[in-house]
């Protein structure tokens, strides 16, 4: 099954993962946390964890999310699509924003019911 979604992953995407793999191992080294360690402490056997240090797009969001709190550093998930950072959604939602405002013409009493 990993191989049918790999297949269909761009190219980008691919690399992303293998370097948040990396990334993760690299943390885990500098911590000096054994791999069977680790996977004891996130839940996970420690074949998992080697495709998640892989970069394995087979992996579940939940079980990378998981590795990253066991290392300390989960922080950084909340920011990944935060609106803030969405300049392309941010720049389309003011191309939509009207070029002038109109200020409504006053009523005259009738039209209020002040008669």
Do not use: H, W
């Amino acid at each position: 099954m990993a191989n049918n979604i790999r297949g269909t992953l761009p190219l980008p995407v691919r690399r992303l993962l293998r370097k948040l793999g990396s990334d993760i191992r690299d943390a885990r080294l500098r911590r000096r946390i054994r791999a069977a360690t680790m996977a004891e402490r996130a839940l996970i056997s420690r074949t998992t964890l080697g495709k998640v240090e892989r970069g394995d797009p087979g992996v579940s969001m939940g079980i990378y999310a998981t590795v990253l709190f066991v290392l300390g550093m989960e922080d950084g998930l909340a920011e990944l699509a935060d609106r803030r950072r969405d300049g392309l959604g941010l720049d389309l939602l003011e191309e939509r924003l009207p070029q002038r405002v109109r200020v409504a013409a006053p009523r005259s009493r009738r039209e209020r019911g002040d008669d």
